[in-house]
């Protein structure tokens, strides 16, 4: 059974930082390239960071560029999010997914539950 479960949220200020980290098992995660969404109240679930699966090429949405980085451990089959320099906008519940692609990873099967990132002005 795939299991995506991710963990780190919480409350700070802005200007602050935070790391989530993604916990994944049951897949070959080798073989999968892995991104973070995150979906704000009343709006879409959004990619925001996709790392593809050897680690060596990432994008980004515009809007986290220069601030968020991902990254993965190939050891310990994680994902992370390294997010600085956070903004009142940057709240959102936020989620791990896998696809073989960053380029198909919206349309990716394999979720994780969420993880809440509240950024107080």
């Known amino acids: 059974e795939v299991q995506l479960v991710e963990s780190g949220g919480g409350l700070v200020q802005a200007g602050g930082s935070l790391r989530l980290s993604c916990a994944t098992s049951?897949?070959?995660?080798?073989?999968?390239?892995m991104g973070w969404f995150r979906q704000a109240p009343g709006k879409e679930r959004a990619l925001i960071a996709c790392?593809?699966?050897?680690?060596?090429?990432?994008s980004y949405t515009d809007s986290v560029k220069g601030r968020f980085t991902i990254s993965r451990d190939r050891a310990k089959n994680t994902v992370a999010l390294q997010m600085n320099s956070l903004k009142p906008e940057d709240t959102a519940v936020y989620y791990c997914?896998?696809?073989?692609?960053?380029?198909?990873?919206?349309?990716?099967?394999?979720w994780g539950q969420g993880t809440q990132v509240t950024v107080s002005s």
């Open positions: 049951g897949f070959n995660f080798d073989d999968f390239a």
């Open positions: 790392i593809n699966d050897r680690g060596t090429a990432t």
């Open positions: 997914a896998a696809d073989p692609m960053c380029r198909t990873m919206i349309l990716s099967e394999h």
